[in-house]
Nanobody, 116 residues
């Protein structure tokens, strides 16, 4: 199982970034996928989840209305479009494979820094 994030970087407040997670080594459309973030010096914070075929999505209140999760099962990818970014969105963003009991595989993460 591999989950590889890309697309992080430095952006000014109010700007946008698009993260992508490329999955391999498993039957991609059999799993929900989440994005989980960790701000410097803080614990893990769930951000968003997409179901098997993208028919349902969910978001943390802190990102709702600004972030959009989507998946392309033909390419085995999950994207997180992040708009109106705030300094408090600065974090390492992890792509995670979800089972009924929780996350069973993590990517290595992609750093997003929101700063002027």
């Amino acid at each position: 199982v591999q989950l590889v994030e890309s697309g992080g970087g430095l952006v000014q407040p109010g700007g946008s970034l698009r993260l992508s997670c490329a999955a391999s080594g498993f039957t991609f459309d059999s799993y929900w996928i989440s994005w989980v973030r960790q701000a410097p010096g803080k614990g893990l914070e769930w951000a968003s989840t997409v179901t098997f075929r993208g028919e349902e999505t969910s978001y943390a209140d802190s990102v709702k209305g600004r972030f959009t999760i989507s998946r392309d099962n033909s390419k085995n990818t999950v994207d997180l479009q992040m708009n109106d970014l705030k300094p408090e969105d600065t974090a390492v963003y992890y792509c995670a494979r979800v089972r009924y009991y929780g996350v069973d595989h993590w990517g290595k993460g992609s750093l997003v820094t929101v700063s002027s």
